[in-house]
């Protein structure tokens, strides 16, 4: 929790979801970044899910987009309340994703209309979103859609000259 990742929420849902769906073919694939890593991958012992682990070295963002695209579903950060490129990267790419903010307690501003994103902190409640998700194809394929569709119309270079020039008008 250090770095505001919040990775002990993402092993938990992961972990609870294995043993809920009782899939055994699912990897969480992770980037080696940050002092945490030795840390979560204790935790992913600790919780017998190290075989379902696979570790990436670090890598360009570009790079990432291929494993974004072959992504079931991405998780952003469970720590810090933010929108970040963890969450904004892999909607892009018409994944769907796991995240958490808060937009009633941030002081940061927040887009007109929130991204399509499962947004939690509870293990359990992730675990059964991911369930509920990846065996339903027409909510897998509407919430794929509305990622990428989100991306489109909120974070396009139109949009942020807009919203910039909305913070003068507003000063």
């Known amino acids: 929790m250090s770095d505001s990742k919040g990775n002990d929420v993402l092993f938990h849902a992961f972990a609870k979801y294995l043993r809920l769906s009782k899939d055994r073919r699912s990897k969480l694939v992770l980037v080696k970044k940050g002092h945490d890593v030795e840390h979560s991958r204790s935790l992913a012992r600790s919780l017998r899910i190290e075989g379902s682990v696979e570790w990436l070295d670090e890598m360009k963002r570009e790079e990432l987009n291929k494993y974004y695209q072959g992504a079931s579903i991405c998780f952003g950060q469970f720590g810090a309340s933010v929108i970040n490129f963890s969450l904004l990267e892999p909607l892009a790419n018409a994944s769907i994703c796991v995240s958490f903010f808060n937009e009633t307690i941030s002081p940061l501003p927040y887009y007109k209309t929130i991204p399509p994103v499962f947004n939690s902190r509870e293990p359990q409640k ?36 807009e919203s910039f020039l909305g913070l003068f008008r507003e000063a």
């Open 126 to 161: 992730i675990a059964e979103f991911m369930i509920r998700t990846l065996r339903n194809e027409e909510i897998y394929n509407d919430l794929s859609y509305n990622s990428w569709l989100w991306v489109k119309e909120n974070c396009s270079e139109e949009k942020f000259v």
